[in-house]
Nanobody
């Protein structure tokens, strides 16, 4: 499974960005999809997750500001990020796990910088 993120960049505090993750296989084959981020000097953390059977879940720090969604026809997962603040600065990674496996697949990451 190949994942390709896009949409990162430089944005001012209070601004918005939408990240995209193009998946090389059908999203119906994926049991778990998620967005993670890793800030300099910090561990990678889950930002938003989406499973086939359950609704989305979010880190407390992004609840009410970020939204994860999927477009099955385009095999793409999105992360809409609103009201960004400097603490959201990180490299954002897309992750998926197909059904009947315990293997996680990752994209190469897309950097997001929130600064004035």
């Amino acid at each position: 499974v190949h994942l390709a993120e896009s949409g990162g960049g430089l944005v001012q505090p209070g601004g918005s960005l939408t990240l995209s993750c193009a998946v090389s296989r059908s999203l119906f084959e994926m049991n778990v999809m998620g967005w993670y981020r890793q800030a300099p000097g910090k561990q990678r953390e889950l930002v938003a997750g989406l499973t086939h059977d359950n609704g989305p879940n979010y880190a407390d720090s992004v609840k009410g500001r970020f939204t994860i969604s999927r477009d099955n026809a385009k095999n793409t997962v999105y992360l809409q990020m609103n009201n960004l603040n400097p603490e959201d600065t990180a490299v954002y990674y897309c992750q998926t796990r197909p059904y009947r496996t315990s293997v996680d697949y990752w994209g190469q990451g897309t950097p997001v910088t929130v600064s004035s």
